[in-house]
């Protein structure tokens, strides 16, 4: 347990502190914004009218700069891949029989008020501040919250792997399925309203062209990705429990 | 006002970096890099202020906020999320190999 | 439309991988390859699209500005090919190596193709993060994909290395979009030149040292030889052949343009950190016994010279670092798998096992032969053609010790690659070794392998008579006017 000499100590400090400077003294250089210029300000006035979305930010992340978000949500899907890769070798053996009565019952009712909630987050996503990213992530703690209750087996029942695999993939495909009608229209990859997407009436459910259907993809992508990440890495404690290797990770 | 937000992000930043640089357990680099990235985020989340701002959903009810840092914070919490779930998922691999998480004793990955 | 499709057929295959596993359990071959062969053929269109009529692709429809654009002009183009030609060969190695088996494989594959062409294309700031965090994690998990306990800690180390990197390039990206409120690199271009030297000075400093880390120069160095050694041969002639190069080509781009007009200490910078990769690589792989450490390290002294090149601030000395990316591409890849190949055929790493091999498989011994000479930098291959062209242009920049450490890297790698021979040529001393021989399973057919290594090294011959061509001059000095006219690519981008 030999810890870093002295000088070296000092020498990071040092480094750090001087990066630090420098970073501070280069956003204390810049003019303190007023109000908001460039690209920006288009969105602002432009949305409604270009995009027939409500939320804004729901508009750039779907719409205008869509490909990003096509990227991040790659990022997912290699991470699982991955994660899924590393956990691969061991097989599952049995699940910890979960928590109380009354906590099960308690989950019980309460799931289904969670898949309506993260439900609604996904598809007003272009009306209300939410959207994919954040109505998966609800799903997948809902996934979470199964295990944890009523113990992984349960969990992989009803939510089993090959299931979220397919859900994962599908949710890409469709993704990359509505940027391509965009490319066969001629107007571009993932365009949205100009590719002959409905703009619906603006404020309504069913407006804003692509931009709901791109968000119940990415929430597809994103709640099933993020609860294989959470189920290969708790197969795994739980297989370590079966050959008694020690208690997993403290 | 908003130099006393980037200031802190900026310390965070730091503090994730010294962390990473001298800390000698797994666990706790992991945890500089979730320090540093945070940082990151909270200056692209500043930047995005204005005096007196509304968010920014039509319509509008006074000066909207800058909706263009919202949406790279959220395309950046995600990819961040993703590198932290596979240095946790190695270093889970790691601990179960070693039995220890701490980089004296992996014996790859000194200096 | 051709660069939309150069990324997303590799990524949409990717996506399919999955799928095509839950209804089958084995990948066929032939459908990996056929993935693999749409994946390459798009990539080779958009080079083409990129090299005779420079082209912009804006996505949904958006104006620069406000959306997100693809620009392929001739320096996307030369990089695309390089990975077109590059990752070809990786995973025609690896189709003869795992078969159709190991899906997830094929699938962080495609995930990389894909993310690497749009690291290529794009001509946004922020889609190259995006890009680039999808190429590092592909990357991470291929480095761990052997699953060996070496292979996880390098996979971590990288992945540990490789964040702080992405965290520096996004840093410097939220400080550009703050100084400027745009992100289109065109854009940028201009509006740099307008905002206060100390934010210049703090982005040019995260950017660079962000791509510097993702690169793998000498002092950011560490995650590079543990990766490129411990991953499986096919993965290390990518990592090493393919994937750096993405690295360089962002490096490049970035800093011709957005550092060319307003910060020339960048440049400096960066000569410096090549001139120390050269010199730190060498001597790193003097000292190394594991064959494929000393390529691996052998490697950051080649980004080294690359470095220099673009350090040069010239439409020369940007020519010269493409030229010289390229040969390193083929030279390395055809180094690793042979030495990959070799070293698994006698059992070991360690140079002083691998004794005898002239007389049992000449003809590999020989490709060896061939590409280290070049990589060396004997007259008449291409590797010294392009350190001749980096020299050139170095001492046209007005100083001469980039080009002095050039000379002494020269000498020190003749010095071990000629180690390597000479193991390679002894005669066998029977198994003198007492490392466990590792037993193949069955006796493999590697011709595949061995059609790559050989095209390689004759191009590599190819390549260092080239040069004396004309049109190919021409065509040289065209990606490096490319690289470095700013107000072209800006013109390309705004349409003005």
Known sequence: MSSKPYIFRIASLILCVSLGLMLFRGIAALPVTEKVTGPAS??????????????????????YRAFDTLGESTVIFTAVCGIAMLFSRRKFHRSSRGLSFIAKRGIGIMVPFLLMYASVIILFGHLSPGGGFQGGTIFATVTVLLCVVFGSSFESQYFPPRTKDILESGGALLFSGIGLIGLAAGTGFLSNIAAGFPAGTFGSFLSAGSVPILNVAVGMKVGAGLSTIFYSMIKMLDAGHDHREGGGIE | MILLSYATAVIIFCIGLYTIMIRRNLFKTVLGLALMESAVLLIIVSSGYIPGGVPPIAPFSGPAVNPLPHAFTLTAIVIGASDIALALAFIVKLHRHYRTVDLDRIRGLRG | MTLVLAIMVPLLSAFLVPLFHLAR?????????????????????????????????????????????????????AFLLMTAIGSGAALACALEKFGGGPWRFYALFFLMLGSMNGILLTGDLFNLFVFYEIFSVAAYLMVAFSMSWQALEAGLKYLVLGTIGALFILLGTAFTFMATGVLNMALLAEALASIPRETLTAISACLVLGLTIKTGAFPVHFWLPDAHSSAQTAVSALL????????????????????????????????????????????????????????????????????????????????????????????????????????????????CGLTGLWKSHPLWVSAFAVLSASIVGIPPFNGFMSKWFIILSSAGAGTVIPALVIAAGTVISAAYYLRVLSAFISPDEGSSYDLPPYVPRKPRRRSVSFAIVGSFALLCLVLGVMPFSPIFREYFSSIGQTAVDVEAYVGLVTGR
């Open chain 1, 42 to 63: 288009h969105y602002l006035a432009r949305t409604a009218g270009e995009t027939g979305a409500r939320n804004v930010v729901g508009a750039i992340l779907f719409d």
């Open chain 3, 25 to 77: 359990k084995t990948l066929s071959v032939g459908l990996i390859g056929i993935m693999g062969l749409a994946s390459i053929s798009a990539a080779l269109a958009a080079a083409h699209t990129g090299w005779y009529s420079p082209a912009v692709s804006l996505l949904g429809g958006w104006a620069p500005d406000i959306g997100i654009a693809l620009v392929g002009d001739r320096l996307s183009s």
């Open chain 3, 240 to 351: 090493s052949g393919v994937l750096i190069k993405v690295s360089i080509y962002a490096l490049m781009r970035v800093c011709y343009i957005f550092f060319l007009g307003t910060n020339g200490a960048v440049f400096l910078a960066i000569t410096v950190i090549g001139s120390f990769s050269v010199l730190g690589g060498h001597l790193m792989a003097l000292r190394q016994d594991d064959i494929k450490r000393l390529l691996a390290y052998s490697t950051v002294a080649q980004i080294g010279y690359i470095l220099i090149g673009i350090g040069c601030a010239s439409a020369a000395g940007a020519a010269a670092a493409v030229f010289h990316a390229f040969n390193h591409m083929l030279m390395k890849m055809g180094l690793f798998i042979t030495a990959g190949n070799l070293s698994e055929e006698k059992g070991t790493r360690e140079i």
